[in-house]
């Protein structure tokens, strides 16, 4: 008789989004060297052996955290481009909705995670896709000396605006905040590609 295989547990999809939830949390309070397993696991209200379950270590909860995060931003920014093509309007939809869903994974993603020794790098390759976005925006309205600043600043402002907008803004008005940062974001490229200071009032 053939030997067979020990079949694997499943593993529970709502469990592994909660532990990632609170890991998140932990991570974006504590930072990755101050926070243990045991941690994540007591804000999951579970034990650190569920925890491991689903995550081979601590390291490797971490870069799911990110990987989460920035998985769902690329799903809803292509959708948001099949519909508005590079409108700014969509960009900030796509960002805002994240940091509504998953505020600390969006904060680790975008600020904590550049500033961990073991994931500047990685956190760098996420940063690079996005940036490449904002190329694609501003790329035929200036000259190519200029694309790559304007590039990062562009990603920069949009990124720095809804942490503040989560930090400060009214959920309720989420859709007046896009609304307001498109046309923000329109008018400065348009400014970039004026090449001209405004008129002092």
């Known amino acids: 008789m053939a030997n067979v295989a020990p079949v694997r547990p499943q593993r529970d999809p709502a469990r592994r989004a909660a532990i990632l939830a609170a890991a998140a949390r932990v991570f974006a309070g504590s930072g990755y060297a101050a926070t243990a397993v045991d941690d994540v696991a007591a804000a999951a209200g579970i034990t650190k052996l569920i925890v491991y379950r689903h995550f081979e270590s601590k390291e490797a909860l971490y870069r799911a955290v990110l990987e989460g995060v920035f998985q769902r931003q690329a799903e809803l920014f292509v959708r948001h481009m099949e519909r508005e093509g590079l409108r ?114």
Do not use: C, I, K, M
Not at 113 to 122: C, G, I, K, L
Not at 156 to 163: F, G, K, M, S, Y
């Open 88 to 201: 700014a309007g969509g960009t900030t939809r796509a960002l805002l909705t994240v940091g509504r869903e998953s505020p600390d994974g969006f904060r680790l993603l975008w600020r904590h995670a550049a500033r961990e020794p073991q994931f500047a790098d990685y956190a760098s390759q996420f940063r690079a896709v996005a940036v490449r976005a904002a190329r694609a925006v501003v790329t035929p309205f200036l000259p190519p000396e200029l694309v790559e600043w304007a590039a990062q600043t562009l990603f920069d402002h949009l990124v720095d605006a809804v942490l503040n907008w989560l930090d400060h803004g009214d959920r309720a008005l989420d859709d007046d905040f896009v609304a307001r940062e498109a046309a923000a974001l329109q008018a400065t490229v348009a400014a970039w590609a004026a090449g001209e200071p405004p008129a002092r009032a």
